[in-house]
């Protein structure tokens, strides 16, 4: 063996070693790198996972059972996308949006939704992910994904939203809540659906006698007068003014005519604060897909004047008797 040959081995083996070197220092600095990615993940609210078209699974890190309260090995890997995790009505979302980045009908990937956490509580959380390898096709084959738990955000705009559809004076929805749940219940299951329409006669008489102190004082004794005759289910909402408006999903005409009477017998049997409470009511019934809601209004608030006018003459004797014992004692 000449010494040339021999120069070559000793050359080969110095370049074999260097490269185990090499490959051994990736390794560690990968784990390391690892390692220091989990330690920042550890009690964050951000968590890691990825999915593969190969097999079909999706693995979520040690940083997803972290942030949901779960033991170490628990959660790693699944069969399909689906899981017991995410909320039954945002997994179709979910899985539609996740489709539709992948097939390229939509640039990206990100969704809110709900999630199990260990104590059975459903948390929200932001998804995220991106394409990071594909096939020959240009196929994705595999995702990666970020996962932020965002339940303090949404639990603040939950509270700035409610604020937002409350009426201060009676506590009552307001008339954009109103809108809102209209259109929720503009579907076929809601029928038959009626909605009552009530006026509060004299509230400008009682603001202009005694205050506006009075004048809420009466808007918030309807209000309760009104939550207590309907059911659970019902929507009491505070229209706007002297105005009022209820929503009754899967409620015949009867029931809803039957609720107006409870309405009128308890405001009769209502106290006098500082006068007898009156609430002018009426009701209007949807039978139909092809009812417009907007028709079923206008009819429950025809019907509500046509009682108001009725009601009115005994009202107005009651407020000009209470006028003029007014004007006796000043």
Not at 175 to 191: M, N
Not at 203 to 216: Q, Y
Not at 244 to 259: C, G, W, Y
Not at 276 to 284: E, F, K, T
Request: aromatic share 8%.
């Amino acid at each position: 063996m000449t010494t040339q040959l021999l120069l070559r081995i000793l050359l080969a083996s110095l370049g074999l070693l260097a490269g185990f070197w090499y490959l051994i220092r990736v390794h560690r600095e990968a784990k390391y790198e690892k390692r220091r990615l989990e330690l920042a993940l550890a009690g964050s609210k951000i968590a890691l996972w990825d999915w593969s078209s190969t097999n079909g699974f999706i693995r979520r890190r040690k940083s997803y059972a972290d942030m949901l309260g779960y033991g170490q090995d628990t959660l790693i890997q699944e069969q399909d996308f689906a899981s017991a995790l995410i909320h039954p009505e945002d997994l179709p979302r979910i899985e539609d949006a996740l489709e539709s980045y992948l097939s390229g009908t939509t640039p990206s990937f990100e969704e809110e939704l709900r999630l199990l956490d260990a104590q059975g509580t459903w948390r929200w959380a932001l998804a995220r992910a991106v394409v990071v390898a594909c096939d020959r096709r240009r196929r994705p084959t595999k995702v990666v994904g970020v996962t932020i738990d965002i339940t303090d955000r949404k639990q603040v705009e939950m509270q700035l939203r409610e604020l937002s559809y409350r009426d201060p004076v009676t506590g009552l929805h307001n008339r954009t809540y109103f809108d809102l749940k209209v259109q929720e219940l503009d579907r076929p299951e809601a029928l038959p659906l009626s909605i009552i329409m009530g006026d509060l006669n004299f509230l400008k008489m009682a603001n202009d006698t005694f205050g506006h102190d009075a004048g809420d004082s009466l808007l918030a004794s309807a209000a309760k007068i009104l939550k207590s005759c309907c059911r659970a289910d019902d929507i009491v909402t505070r229209w706007g003014g002297d105005e009022f408006a209820i929503l009754l999903p899967n409620t015949t005409e009867e029931e809803a005519v039957s609720i107006c009477e409870r309405i009128r017998t308890a405001c009769a049997q209502a106290q006098k604060n500082p006068v007898q409470l009156s609430v002018a009511v009426g009701a209007a019934t949807r039978t139909s897909m092809a009812e417009p809601v907007e028709g079923v209004i206008r009819s429950a608030e025809d019907w509500m004047y046509k009682y108001k006018i009725m009601e009115r003459g005994e009202d107005t004797q009651r407020w000009e008797a209470i006028t003029k014992r007014l004007a006796h004692l000043c």
